[in-house]
């Protein structure tokens, strides 16, 4: 079973739309990350969210965690090529064998110029 | 410069051929972790170390082992790899924050491993 369910998992808009990627889990998240990462390559370490109802912005990216902390949301303003790539939501989560950390399975973005 | 460092980068190698890919941080990190990402299945933690001389698995170590003799090194060992471990290979580090969670992941480039 997937402890993180992301979505969608791809995404192809127009140049200067806006997007939403979601972020759902069924159990209390301890921690949410966003990542990204361009084909084949590393993941880059976007932004951190810990509290309930927390947001922050990065440029033209915000996420966002909700108040029961169980749902995180990742909005990107006015897209460009240069948003293109698989974004990822990772989390700490209590397991009985203790904290583990978990990714979700990542939405492939594509921006069309 | 603060990095992760994997090698090698990219390997093929046949199956039942023992090998061994590095994983160093140069960030005085404790927290060190494994990833194997696959289309459709995403990254999966494969074994996780929390400091020097503590290991643990993650949600698949089937035909993994690790050790964390050294704080900065974390090396991942496949004692008999089978084409099923063919795969794109992470590994990463962190500080964890004080209380609870892993805190920001360094990632190395990944490791493209085909085994036949």
Redo the contacts between chains.
């Keep these: 079973s997937q402890e993180l369910e992301q979505s969608p998992q791809s995404l192809i808009v127009q140049e200067g739309k806006n997007l939403t990627i979601n972020c759902t889990s069924s159990k209390t998240l ?2 949410l ?1 966003w ?1 990204k990462q361009k084909y ?6 976007l932004m ?1 969210l ?1 509290k309930g109802g927390e947001e922050k912005s990065h440029e033209k990216i915000t996420a966002k965690l909700d108040e029961k902390k169980q749902q995180s949301s990742l909005h990107i303003t006015a897209s460009q090529p240069s948003h293109a790539g698989i974004y ?1 939501c ?1 989390a ?1 989560i209590w397991k009985n064998t ?9 939405t492939s973005l594509t921006v069309i110029p | 410069e603060a990095q ?1 460092t994997q090698n090698p980068r990219y390997l093929i190698t046949v199956t039942g051929k023992k090998l061994t890919v590095t994983c160093s941080q140069n960030m005085n990190h404790e927290y060190m ?1 494994w ?1 194997r990402q696959d289309p ?6 494969i074994y ?1 170390s929390m400091n020097v001389e503590v290991t ?1 698995k ?2 698949v170590p089937e035909g993994y082992k690790v050790s964390r003799k050294e704080k900065r090194n974390f090396p991942l060992i496949l004692e008999s790899p089978s084409p099923n471990q063919t795969s ?1 290979y ?1 590994c ?1 580090s962190s500080l964890p924050p004080t209380g ?11 490791s ?1 491993l085909t085994v036949l």
């Design positions: 301890y921690g990350y990542y084949g390559e590393g993941l880059i370490f951190m810990q990822l990772g700490d203790g904290n583990q950390f978990y990714f979700g399975t990542g | 992760v972790s990833y459709g299945l995403g990254l999966r933690q996780y643990d993650g949600d794109l992470f990463a609870f969670g892993t805190g920001e992941l360094f990632f190395g480039e990944g493209r």
